[in-house]
């Protein structure tokens, strides 16, 4: 079992930038590829960025050169670093981690990010 536990959220005006941290316990961290997801009101819940263990990124395009997904394995966390943010960021941002190996994956609770114009 992975418990993932997000921090990092709030408000900030348009332009501005937040980081926002994912940790994980209860496993081996180097064995999950973790990614990042928001859920905007009224809206389906959509995949933001991905690494792997190998540390490939990925991101959607909607935050291609806006935001960077970062992984530290040594303290068990991912961050999403976020800059020039806009009002279509307002979002609950969640993390997910998925073992290697397959399964489901693990969801965290998430963390309100609102962006004001």
């Known amino acids: 079992q992975v418990q993932l536990v997000e921090s990092g959220g709030g408000l900030v005006q348009a332009g501005g930038s937040l980081t926002l941290s994912c940790s994980a316990s209860?496993?081996?961290?180097?064995?999950?590829?973790m990614a990042w997801y928001r859920q905007a009101p009224g809206k389906q819940r959509e995949w933001v960025a991905v690494?792997?263990?190998?540390?490939?990124?990925r991101y959607a395009d909607s935050v291609k050169g806006r935001f960077t997904i970062v992984r530290v394995n040594a303290k068990n966390t991912v961050y999403l670093q976020m800059t020039n943010l806009n009002v279509d960021d307002t979002a609950i941002y969640y993390c997910?981690?998925?073992?290697?190996?397959?399964?489901?994956?693990?969801w965290g609770q998430g963390t309100q990010v609102t962006v004001s114009s």
């Open positions: 209860g496993s081996t961290f180097s064995s999950l590829t």
């Open positions: 997910k981690g998925r073992h290697i190996a397959g399964g489901s994956g693990y």
């Open positions: 690494i792997t263990v190998s540390e490939t990124k």
